[in-house]
């Protein structure tokens, strides 16, 4: 999980070349919700009501959440046309120091936008191409990161380029990258490869290792066994033994790298750990069961999360509700389970997750 220090300078590098937002952030966001004890609201009480897609985009009640976590919430600062202050010429000084020398490369960019917090200092240039934050009220840098061509990095660093182009051949992709995106903090230094399709390859500058990525597959090359798991998973949440993946993404994660199989126009998806084949999440949208309310979430789900995951629910408890956009099925010292509703009235399950 990444650090604090990550987290805000992650979430404003992923606004570049695209605002996007990762599925690490919204699970952050998902469970800081669910342990406020929050309830989502209802958007003009829609009868269909989608909470969280399997694609990572959020709803409106999750968006109240996002605001809630958003670590940046006081008006910025900004240069523009104006002279510059004496404390914003400091800091866009020291923001490009920082940023040539932890990243080694001789380049200038447009520092424009100072923010302090009670936490940090954060300087932004023009169009996020570069972000250093500094502990409060001092020029001592905290997080450096910075998006540079691929022609710019040194001859030296052009092996992390050949390792991440590596990383894309062996999914099958013969792909020509353009952009490397830098980022240093205290234990973490690397540079992240990414495509316009939200692909990308993040490499260790001390290994020389991939260290995290997103990548897509065509799904005749994946593994005969998942494909099996997942599609046995998907025909017993939908009861519907025809249906087929037309996409195929690898990715990796905390606890092991996982396959998400899916088909876009079927609007269905099932998530699997690549080496366990644990079956960690099935989306589709059913109507072969009902929860009407809180009380009857286990007995409706019982038998199909003990089918799909391998896990007893007996002895769970039951939280949420219409105002959650689903329930979530808790026992301490066991894998917890998120049920989400794709009618809430009629209280059919569109997904189902092991968290």
């Not at 009868?47 to 958003?70: D, P, S, V």
């Not at 690898?250 to 088909?263: A, T, V």
């Amino acid at each position: 999980m990444p650090s604090r220090d990550e987290q805000i300078i992650l979430e404003e590098l992923n606004q570049f070349p695209q605002p996007s937002l990762s599925r690490e952030r919204s699970q952050a966001i998902l469970e800081g919700v669910r342990e406020a004890g929050g309830r989502l609201e209802k958007v003009n009480k829609r009868k269909r009501y989608y909470g969280w897609m399997a694609n990572g985009l959020i709803t409106c009640g999750l968006l109240l959440g996002f605001f809630w976590l958003q670590p940046f919430s006081a008006p910025v600062e900004q240069a523009g046309h104006a002279a510059l202050t004496p404390e914003e010429q400091t800091y866009f000084a020291a923001a490009q120091k920082a940023v040539q020398t932890a990243s080694g490369i001789a380049k200038t960019f447009p520092f424009a936008e100072l923010e302090k917090e009670a936490e940090y200092t954060i300087v932004r240039a023009k169009d996020y191409a570069a972000i250093v934050t500094f502990q409060p009220g001092t020029t001592e840098v905290r997080t450096v990161s910075a998006q540079f061509a691929l022609n710019e990095l040194t001859p030296s660093q052009q092996k992390y380029a050949e390792t991440a182009q590596q990383a894309f051949q062996e999914a099958s992709q013969q792909v020509h990258l353009q952009t490397a995106r830098f980022f240093k903090s205290t234990g973490v230094h690397y540079f992240s490869f990414p495509l316009a399709d939200q692909q990308y390859v993040t490499v260790d500058l001390a290994t020389n290792r991939v260290v995290d990525f997103r990548l897509h597959y065509n799904p005749k090359d994946v593994d005969p066994k998942v494909v099996s798991i997942a599609k046995t998973a998907l025909q017993r949440f939908a009861n519907d033994s025809h249906l087929s993946f037309s996409e195929a993404e690898k990715r990796s994660d905390k606890s092991e790298e996982m396959w998400l199989l899916s088909n876009e126009q079927g609007r269905y998806s099932v998530t699997i750990g690549a080496k366990t084949g644990q079956v960690y999440k099935v989306t589709h949208v059913t109507d072969d069961y009902h929860i009407k309310a809180r009380d009857e979430a286990i007995p409706v789900t019982k038998e199909l999360i003990q089918a799909i995951f391998g896990v007893d629910v007996s002895g769970y408890t039951a939280h949420g509700g219409k105002d959650w956009g689903g329930y979530v099925l808790r026992s301490p010292g066991k894998p917890s389970f998120s049920i989400l509703l794709h009618d809430l009235d009629a209280g059919n399950p569109y997904q189902i997750s092991m968290d």
